[in-house]
């Protein structure tokens, strides 16, 4: 979609509201071609039609005005929501009050430019924004220059010292960057053994134990999305709810939780909910979830919906534990929710837990039925690989189950031609050994009863995977039991 649609789109009902009031701002006797493709675009949302928009508004066919009036739309848009929300947020208004500053040393407006600088100041100390302070003090170095009243060596002194604190910080933002990557692009299906996290492992070793460091929130928020990083990305989940309570419960007590700060309490509960539930701690991780609910209410909604999909998340999978009937219900109340649409692993969350919980119910048509509509959306073609390896393994169970033996043969030639880099992966051996099972026993027909066979289910069995059981979509033990017992009989 075009980034002018993508903002235009993206605006709610108070900011397209005050962008009509602004853009009034400018008196004409003509027809107001911005506001009309404004509107158009607002109108036909998804189905916007450009060269139909452009013929529209230049009947003689010239696209040259028209792409001038997009760039004029675009910059007035952009500016709305400046204006609209310079002081909506502590960064923010710390930045605007920076801008300020700037704008008066090109003006020569020496004494101005002191006076916002100081304002910025106060304000990125009291938010411990380390970036902007340094630029400050590269300014306020600048203005040294022009008045005698500012010594450069307080500044300069002022900068080594936020250098040194942000070099610090920024060697843990970098190795977070790179687990929150790997973690994103593998949907948590990745090698528990991971180099960057023992480097993380360091740092946050490192940087807690310096005495510098150490009154510093904003290390301390840094350090525990390190830890929280680094449990996650070992599946340990008990560790990482001990570590939540006690870290929830300190910034809590601490009163370290601000409106700047809120996504990161938002991220909390979320990781709490999901540890309780990981620990089979279902009911403790309902009361979680709405603790969440709440905090996503505080400061006007502020983090709403960027949380409203974690949040249905958490009620899903722990539903799942103790009424699949309601979490199937949930998640189809939630299959055309707008708001949830925008998130980009809406429709593998929604179809695929759908296909899993009728697999598990036993209600397989419908089954397969959701996961052709999990194929067949735009979506999925940017599902990660080793997730899309998982998803057709389920496939060929459920195919297995509603006796599609024919295209069954056809689909597990398919699975090893496009993943056979998967399957040549020691971490996928299980998945590799339930696939030759299943082609000898249901496909060939060899006999369950010879020992070659039994040795060979009680090997797989028996086998863990490295990535730990949660990375089955299903529980393929459980499974091949209940069907070599029906087998049998």
Known sequence: MDTLNQMILGLNK??????????????????????????????EREQFNEDAACTKLYPDGNKNPYYRLKNRLKSDVSKSLMVQHFEDEDVTQAINLYNLARHYMAKNLFSLAEHFLGKAEKRALALENLELLDLIYTEYIRLSQEMLNINPETYILKRQENEARLKS????????????????????????????????QETVQRLT??????????????????????????????????????????????????????????????YMVNALFKNNKTEESLVWAEKLKAGMEEFDGLHYDRFLFFYYNSLVINYSKVDMEKAVATLEALEHNEKLKKTPFYIVFVYLNLAIFHFDMGNHRESIKRLNQLYLHERFE?????????????????????????????????????????????????????????????????????????????????TTSPRGEDAELVNYNGWLERKLATKTK
Request: aromatic share 10%; no cysteine; net charge positive.
């Open 14 to 43: 108070e900011e397209i509201r005050f962008y009509k009031v602004y853009s009034s701002r400018i008196a004409s006797n003509q027809p107001r071609k911005d506001i009309e493709l404004f509107d158009l675009i607002r109108k």
């Open 169 to 200: 910080i920024r060697q843990i933002d970098d190795i977070l960057a790179t687990v929150k990557y790997k973690l994103k692009i593998t949907q948590n299906f990745s090698p528990v053994d991971n180099p960057v996290v023992d480097m993380l």
């Open 209 to 270: 134990d310096s005495k510098e460091l150490k009154g510093s929130s904003a290390l301390r928020f840094k350090i525990y999305q390190a830890v929280s990083q680094i449990l996650l990305q070992q599946h340990d989940y008990p560790n990482l709810e001990d570590y939540l309570r006690v870290t929830y419960g300190d910034f809590e007590r601490e009163k370290l939780f601000n409106k700047s700060n809120h996504q990161t309490k938002l991220q909390m509960l979320t």
């Open 382 to 462: 940017n599902t990660a690989v080793p997730l899309k390896f998982r998803i057709a393994i389920l496939e060929v169970l459920i195919r297995l189950e509603l006796g599609d033996t024919d295209f069954l043969d056809y689909r597990m030639k398919q699975i090893r031609k496009d993943f056979k880099e998967q399957l040549d992966n020691q971490e996928n051996v299980r998945e590799a050994m339930l696939l030759n099972l299943i082609s000898d026993m249901f496909l060939k027909g060899m006999s369950l009863r010879s020992e070659e066979m039994k040795d060979r289910i009680k090997l797989f069995t028996k």
